[in-house]
């Protein structure tokens, strides 16, 4: 066994593996399918009665001494990651820029420090593509700012933090090359839109295209329904297999017509955050 799953308490283990869907590896030993309950095969007896003010407050004293054991097994460099994620006003960050911020000089280091903060629910990963290559972006999770008790930001975007911190850097990208960008655009029947691009005679909605992706027919739609009158539409995705599947969406839907399909594209969103190396929309 190795010495994560050695040092940690009975809780923790169960706790982290209790999601079957996914397989959690701690060093890379899988954690047990079902550990060992000291009480099982106990029988109980009578009929017992629990209150639930007495059973919340069980709870809460678990959930504070698994935060604790949680904290106490975390090396200092895990430590100033979770930290540098939680302090920045998009809790996400690409997997260079923590090897550059923290000088993360050795592979295997930077791999366990992913892997651990992962199993505890600290981190979630993001995988961006581009052409054949996907960059790794690191997000800290609710539970990594109660554990350190830091107070989270709060951004202006909908839709989460990979969609906000995807429109900021799109925007950010565009308004390098001289587009005049307003962030979640309100439209006169209220809805909106995530990235609306001006540039001289042009103007081109943005949609972040997260699953579900049928909804992105409606956000098509939306755009060319509206009082822009848009000059194409683009939507972003994460990976060319999210791509291929909107396409088809896109493709098949009855409503769109061919004048229509014609002016929207749909982009890898790590491709137009780099709009400085790529081809602008």
């Not at 919340?56 to 930290?83: C, D, F, G, H, W």
């Not at 790794?136 to 554990?147: A, C, D, H, I, L």
């Not at 295209?209 to 098509?220: D, V, Y």
């Not at 291929?244 to 749909?266: A, D, F, K, T, Y």
Request: aromatic content about 6%.
């Amino acid at each position: 066994m190795s010495k994560l799953v050695k040092h940690l308490p009975l809780e923790l283990i169960q706790r982290l593996s209790k999601d079957r869907s996914q397989q959690f590896y701690v060093s890379g030993i899988p954690l047990p399918e079902s550990p060992f309950n000291p009480d099982e095969g106990e029988q109980s007896s009578g009929n017992s009665q629990t209150c639930p003010a007495a059973d919340n407050l069980q709870s809460k004293a678990n959930s504070t001494a698994l935060q604790t054991s949680i904290l106490e097994s975390l090396a200092p460099l895990e430590r100033r990651v979770v930290v540098h994620l939680c302090s920045l006003p998009i809790p996400i960050a690409s997997q260079q820029e923590i090897i550059r911020s923290l000088n993360i000089t050795s592979g295997s280091v930077l791999n366990r420090i992913q892997k651990r903060l992962v199993t505890f629910g600290l981190v979630r990963l993001h995988r961006l593509q581009s052409g054949k290559n996907f960059h790794v972006y690191w997000e800290s999770t609710e539970e990594s700012f109660t554990m350190f008790n830091i107070k989270q930001s709060v951004h202006n975007g909908i839709g989460g933090n990979l969609h906000a911190w995807i429109c900021q850097n799109v925007k950010g990208s565009l308004t390098i090359l001289g587009w005049s960008v307003a962030q979640e655009f309100r439209l006169n029947d209220g809805s909106l839109v995530d990235l609306v691009a001006r540039k001289e005679d042009q103007l081109v909605c943005f949609e972040v295209g997260l699953p579900p992706l049928t909804k992105e027919i409606g956000n098509s739609l939306k755009c060319f329904s509206s009082e822009l009158k848009p000059t194409g539409i683009v939507h972003l995705v994460t990976s060319s297999k999210d791509r291929v599947e909107l396409e088809r969406h896109l493709r098949s839907n009855e409503l769109l017509s061919p004048s229509i399909g014609s002016l929207i594209q749909v982009r890898l969103a790590y491709d137009c955050m780099h709009l400085q190396t790529a081809r602008a929309p």
